[in-house]
Structure formats: C-alpha cells, structure tokens
DNA sequence: TCTGGGGTCCTAGGACCC
DNA sequence: TCTGGGGTCCTAGGACCC
C-alpha cells in the first residue's frame, strides 16, 4: 500500500463545469441549483463570500440574487457526470489505487513525494479538463480530508506531516463523519476540537458512538481503518424521484410520472448489468405546507422473478401507484426505488416463466437502450410515461449538453 | 408562487428456530 | 414465586455522505 491517500476535490463543481464551457462566467458569482430549481446546490467563491448558505431556498435570496447580479443556472448533470468522467480518467494516469467517492471527489494511493504529487495533481486536472481541484494528502482518508479542507482555504494544495495543529484548529463537527447530532452529542461531552476526539478512550468512544466512532478516531490518530475501495461494490438499489414542476392530482398524471421515474430506473440497472427483484413506489404531498392535507406513503411489489425489463418494472410500479393513490390530496413528489438488485447475467427463469418471451424482451431493451444511446434519451419511450408532462420539474436555466448533443457543441467564431 | 436527489452503513428489537 | 439459551434473519429508524 501507498504511504500516501490524497484527497482530490473539485473546486464549486457544479459551477466550474459551467464556466469550462461559458469562460464569461470566470471571476462572476455563479449558482447552481438543485432538481426542480429549489436550492442553491453549488456557489462560486464569489457567492460564498456573499455569506448565502449551501442549500438555501432560491426564492429566499431573490434580492440577493438580483442585487448582486448572481448568474443563476439550473442542474445540468448530464454535464457535470460527463466532465466528472474526465477528470477521473485525469486521475487514472497517476495512480492505479484509485477510488472514485463522488461525483466531485476522489481518493488516489500515492506512492514517493506526496507534496511534488499534490502539485502535479493539481495542475494536470486543470490543464486537461479546465477543472480547478484541492489535493489534500495524509496517511488516512478521514485526515486526507482535513488535509484537503486546508487546502481549498489556502493554496489548493496540502500534505499533513503533522496534523495535531490542523486538528487543534478544526471543530468537531467539520470532521468527515461527524454530521449535526454526533457533534451536538460529542458538544455536551465536552469534546469541541478534532485534537480532543482524537485524544480520547477508545472503549468511551465506542460507548458513546459505537463501531463508527472507534474507527473514526483511530483514523484521526493515522492508523487507517477505512481502506481505499478499488472495486466499486455493485450497487444495492436504485432510486429514481423528482419533485413535480406544480402540485399533481389526478391518477392519470401520477402514473405517467411514476412509469417515467420507473422506466429511468430500469435503464440504470440495465445499464450496470443488474436485475431487481422489488419495486417500491412512494408518493408524499407537499411537506412546506402544512396547512393542505398531507399524505406520504410507498408501496412494494415483490417479482415473481428478478427484472430489469421497462415493461415489467413499469407495470410493478403501476400496479403500487393505483394501491396508494388517494384522491383529494396535492402531491408533489414521487419516486421509483428498486432493490434486491442481482447481476443480470445469473438470472433463472422459475417454473411458470417464458424464456423465449424474455429473450425477445432482452433484446427489445438492448434495442431500446441503443438508440436512446445514440439519439439521445427519450428517442424511445413507453407510452405509459405520457407525452405533454406538464408535471416536470422545472429546469428553466439550464445551460446547453456541451458535451453530450450534437446540437449543443460550443461554435468558436 | 417558489423548499433536491441518490446513496451507504450501523443498531436495536422482534420473529423465528433449534 | 418460579418461565433456557443461543443463533440468525429481517426491518425500521437513525445517522451520515455528496
């Protein structure tokens, strides 16, 4: 194993990738909102300084938005997945232990000089991608995370040779790991700094959080307990939901969402070479408004035998929409899960199935997938999904697929 | 008017079995 | 009054992440 784990973590992701391709935007405040144009998802420093919070309401900054001249984009991740790929493939070169963590971040065993790779990281993503990256580098992922959160606030390069002043200086709850209620929990303790959650007695810390806090601590101490993931596990469901552009009422209309969120779904598992064996649909009224009635509620459909045909899955998830749906309500929102998720290729027929039926609808998927590959998604749809959708979300800003259309590529003139 | 989406892991408690 | 022990599996809820 590399002595080193760097930490390397795009700079406002959301917002860089629509500068690469949009250079007026460079030195501007730039946001980039979430699904539906809800929250603010991701702000240039430009914002941050601004002092507007990660996730707030857009419509809560209005005047803010306006007064400052805040350019304003919606979630474009077709986008943001096509230059995450891109930077991955970047990292690829210099190291083979390479772990994926999110769309924005990844972890990389670096072998020799941890400050000359830092530097060479940096600079390599930037001039292939146009993406500005931190690089924190320490010998276990949860300080390559202190390392790296130094390094966003300096200059985008750290290497903790000795993290007892970094993790002095860091409070509690900054520490990967430590979300709002360890840290309140970790607060009436007594403990308030890193330094002092590192310091503690390991069977106390276990008492108070368990297995999570053990290996928490050790980490902080450099004794690594979360390894680096090399092989991405096959993922164990897959959730597709959205909230709707305005509040849906009729059945007709919640079907045609919930075919489309299924047959999205179904695409996904088709494309990582799995099946599902359940299918759950869930639909919830609008929480913000307490005043309409509410009502949230999901449905399982268990298969008969494991799938990841549209037909099929749709169909399940139809069947669970017309168990839950209840007239006289405002929903805003709805969601296909699918779990018990296998690989495809070990998928048995039982006693009453039909194997030349499921052939002919293995190939009409593989078909299917083709050409909304090739023509773009939505090329082929089941009719289930419906043809105005007046209840999607809303997407009103959202910049052009630079990458992934034809019909968008960037003219130089 | 307007408040996101997609995941993972851990734990406690109950059901069930021998 | 007195009421096994140990193991597994499942589920719901909690907590966290980006």
């Known amino acids: 194993m590399s002595p080193w784990i760097a930490l390397v973590d795009a700079n406002n992701f959301y917002v860089s990738c629509e500068r690469v391709f949009n250079p007026q935007l ?14 603010i998802v991701a702000r240039s420093n430009e914002v941050k300084a601004l002092g507007i919070p990660m996730g707030t309401p857009i419509f809560q900054v209005r005047s803010q938005i306006r007064d400052h001249n805040i350019q304003v984009y919606s979630s474009n991740y077709t986008l943001y997945g096509d230059l995450s790929q891109r930077v991955m493939q970047t990292l690829e070169q210099f190291s083979p232990e390479l772990e994926v963590y999110s769309i924005d971040e990844a972890f990389l065993g670096v072998p020799g000089d941890g400050e000359a790779v830092a530097q060479q990281l940096r600079s390599t993503v930037q001039q292939w991608t146009g993406i500005p990256v931190s690089v924190g580098v320490a010998t276990t992922k949860t300080l390559a995370k ?47 700094t890193a330094l002092q959650l ?4 390991l069977p106390w810390i276990q008492q108070l959080m368990g297995i999570v806090g053990v290996r928490l601590v050790q980490e902080l101490r450099g004794i690594p307990c979360l390894p680096l993931e090399l092989c991405p596990m096959p993922r164990k469901s897959c959730c597709v939901s959205r909230s709707f552009g305005r509040p849906v009422t009729a059945i007709a209309e919640l079907k045609e969402a919930v075919a489309t969120y299924g047959a999205r779904a179904a695409a996904k598992v088709r494309r990582d ?70 690989p495809a290729s070990v998928v048995q027929g039982d006693l009453f199935s039909d194997p030349a039926q499921q052939n002919r609808r293995g190939a009409l998927m593989r078909v299917v997938d ?31 697929g630079y990458t992934t259309r034809w019909g968008d590529l960037l003219v130089v003139e």
């Open 26 to 39: 460079r030195g501007k405040p730039v946001v980039v909102l979430s699904n539906n144009d809800g929250n």
């Open 273 to 342: 070479g799995l099946t599902a064996g359940v299918v759950t649909v869930f639909i919830t009224t609008n929480r913000f408004k307490p005043d309409e009635p509410q009502y949230a509620n999901s449905a399982v459909v268990q298969l008969p035998q494991p799938a990841n045909d549209t037909l099929t899955l749709v169909q399940a998830a139809l069947r669970a929409v017309e168990r839950l749906y209840r007239p006289g309500y405002q929903y805003k929102k709805a969601g296909v899960l699918l779990t018990e998720l296998g």
């Open 198 to 201: 590192r310091d503690v007695d």
């Open 146 to 192: 202190v390392a790296n959160h130094i390094a966003k606030k300096s200059t985008g390069v750290c290497v903790l040779t000795d993290p007892s002043p970094a993790l002095a200086a860091l409070p509690v709850g900054e520490i990967w790991g430590i979300g709002h209620r360890l840290s309140d929990r970790l607060h009436r303790q007594g403990i308030l």
């Open 370 to 400: 083709s050409l909304n590959q090739q023509f773009g998604a939505g090329t082929v749809f089941c009719a289930a999904e419906g043809l105005q959708k007046d209840w999607q979300m809303r997407a009103r800003l959202r910049s052009p």
